[in-house]
């Protein structure tokens, strides 16, 4: 059986089970030290967009944490509603990561963790994932940075993020892998055969040299598994 990922009556269906928190990919504190290194400004003013939100708790973390603001966006009501009902302090919203509401340069930071995932699984994936970068890099402040968590490796995912044709971003595309964490009862063939999940890493420039100067991101491997 095929599972729908990239239809939203999916998950529409797999929320009315699912109610609780859960961290798809990699939770918060394994990743807490990336996002500190390449948000372009400090935690308390740095205004935040997770699409595609889930059912994580990475906002509630990140706004224990110190984050400013935290707007999280699904297209599952679903999901809102349970979201809402989890984290009450949280701010959530219903709405399509391809056809964003927001502003021009409303955020400093987007973190997306499987979204382009997720997208890729439907019909029509190519343009889907074009138009949902496209609207993230039109809210991403001028110097903003785009987080994306991926089980996907560059020679597979690393072309969605460059564009089809020459200066279609305005951003530098940064990779690097994290360990996929394990649960206790989670085999080999759960884990696939490649032990990491890949991060792209999509800082927009405001000029060659502000690129040239930016040196490429690092992680520390956590041992806390998820």
């Excluded at 990743?31 to 059912?55: D, F, H, Y």
């Excluded at 984290?87 to 509401?101: I, Q």
């Excluded at 490796?153 to 200066?167: K, L, M, N, S, Y």
Aim: hydrophobic share 30%; with cysteine.
């Amino acid at each position: 059986m095929t599972i729908s990922y990239g239809k939203q009556p999916y998950w529409d269906q797999r929320y009315a089970t699912d109610k609780d928190f859960f961290d798809w990919f990699q939770r918060y504190s394994n990743l807490q030290g990336l996002i500190e290194e390449v948000a372009p400004c400090p935690k308390s003013k740095c205004r935040v967009l997770i699409p595609g939100c889930g059912n994580s708790a990475l906002s509630r973390d990140m706004i224990q944490d110190g984050y400013g603001s935290v707007k999280n966006i699904d297209w599952s009501q679903v999901c809102i509603d349970n979201m809402s009902r989890l984290d009450p302090k949280g701010e959530y919203e219903k709405m399509d990561a391809r056809n964003l509401t927001f502003r021009d340069n409303s955020f400093d930071l987007v973190i997306a963790k499987g979204l382009i995932d997720s997208l890729s699984c439907g019909e029509n994936y190519v343009q889907h994932i074009s138009q949902t970068l496209h609207e993230i890099h039109r809210v991403l402040s001028e110097d903003g940075t785009l987080i994306c968590i991926s089980y996907a490796a560059p020679e597979q995912r690393r072309w969605h993020f460059e564009g089809e044709q020459p200066g279609e971003f305005s951003w530098s595309v940064d990779t690097l892998t994290v360990p996929k964490p394990t649960l206790p009862t989670m085999d080999i063939k759960m884990r696939g055969d490649d032990p990491n999940h890949h991060v792209y890493i999509c800082r927009k420039r405001l000029s060659k040299e502000d690129t040239d100067d930016r040196k490429s991101p690092t992680i520390t491997e956590s041992k806390e598994d998820n």
